[in-house]
């Protein structure tokens, strides 16, 4: 390649810091925020919706931005992320660190003053969960991913606090709703990068565990708790029997396919259940908000 080409490819300073925010990854997170505010609204106030999205959006980029920073080393050993800004060399840590600080301290202010102080303290636990506790333990070990579950479950909770001023027991199943759907998610996704996340040193379950039948088990557990827990939304009164029963039935499907995966765990298996994953959840959301409409 000439320099004149090299040059050409190399990626613009402003790409750089869009990838370091990782906007694609966070807008399904930011969606639960909103979707989270609107079960709890009795009616939705547009200024504090716009608040809580912004606010919850540069908490989450922030948070992303965190991880880049902590992790640049191991991100340069793997091939799916040999590419992000740090490994690069596009941006430096210290500058890193300061995008990322800015912009969580920023998300946290739209949070307290567009929405509430106990929305702004959710998020605020989901930063210090994601980038303080869930980052270092993928480290040292399997169990880190549970941990990881719970800052990547808090967003819907941030949305209802923002609506309700309260922490009540529909928050708490929205949470586990996210909190079930990752674990499958999560595991499908490793078990097809296991070889990059070992060169890495990543302590996760599809690494230690080298028949994945523990992995297998468990995604099959999750999946289930997630059919259960979304047919729970009609007595606690987030939305009406049908649609409920049509959440757990879209539910059981992502059950089969973590069953497939989990007699034979395969590359084409695996790949299905992560696709899977990424309609499953949608799906549970468009159900549950339209059978919240109907009440």
């Known amino acids: 390649m000439t320099l004149l080409a090299a040059e050409a490819a190399r990626p613009s300073r402003a790409s750089l810091w869009l990838a370091l925010a990782k906007p694609r990854l966070n807008a399904l997170a930011v969606a639960t925020v909103g979707i989270g505010y609107y079960l709890g609204a009795g009616t939705v106030d547009l200024g504090v919706l716009l608040s809580v999205l912004a606010g919850s959006g540069l908490v989450a980029a922030g948070g992303a931005a965190f991880n880049q920073?902590?992790?640049?080393?191991?991100?340069?050993?793997?091939?799916?992320t040999r590419y992000?800004?740090?490994?690069?060399?596009?941006?430096?840590?210290?500058?890193?660190?300061?995008f990322a600080t800015v912009l969580s301290v920023a998300g946290l202010i739209v949070l307290a003053l567009g929405a509430n102080l106990l929305a702004a303290a959710v998020a605020l636990a989901t930063l210090v969960s994601y980038a303080w506790v869930y980052t270092p333990l993928k480290r040292r070990t399997p169990w880190a991913v549970l941990a990881g579950a719970v800052p990547g479950a808090l967003p819907p909770v941030i949305g209802w606090a923002a609506a309700t001023g309260a922490l009540t027991l529909e928050a708490w199943l929205l949470f586990g709703?996210?909190?079930?759907?990752?674990l499958p998610h999560f595991h499908s996704l490793a078990w097809l990068h296991r070889d990059d996340y070992a060169r890495a040193g990543f302590r996760v379950l599809a690494v230690v565990d080298p028949n994945g039948r523990?992995?297998?088990?468990?995604?099959?557990?999750?999946?289930?708790?997630?059919?259960?827990?979304?047919?729970?939304?009609?007595?606690?009164g987030l939305t009406s029997w049908v649609f409920a029963v049509a959440a757990a039935a879209f539910s059981a499907v992502f059950v089969l396919l973590a069953a497939r995966f989990a007699l034979d765990?395969?590359?084409?298996?695996a790949r299905a259940l992560f696709l899977g994953s990424l309609v499953v959840l949608p799906l549970i959301w468009?159900?549950?908000?339209?059978?919240?409409?109907?009440?």
């Open 214 to 236: 523990r992995t297998g088990l468990e995604s099959v557990f999750w999946a289930a708790a997630l059919a259960g827990l979304s047919l729970l939304a009609a007595p606690v």
């Open 84 to 98: 992000r800004p740090l490994p690069l060399g596009g941006i430096s840590p210290a500058a890193g660190q300061l």
């Open 69 to 80: 920073v902590s992790e640049r080393d191991l991100d340069a050993l793997m091939a799916r």
């Open 265 to 269: 765990r395969n590359p084409v298996r």
């Open 286 to 295: 468009i159900a549950l908000v339209a059978g919240h409409a109907t009440l």
């Open 177 to 182: 709703i996210v909190f079930a759907w990752q």
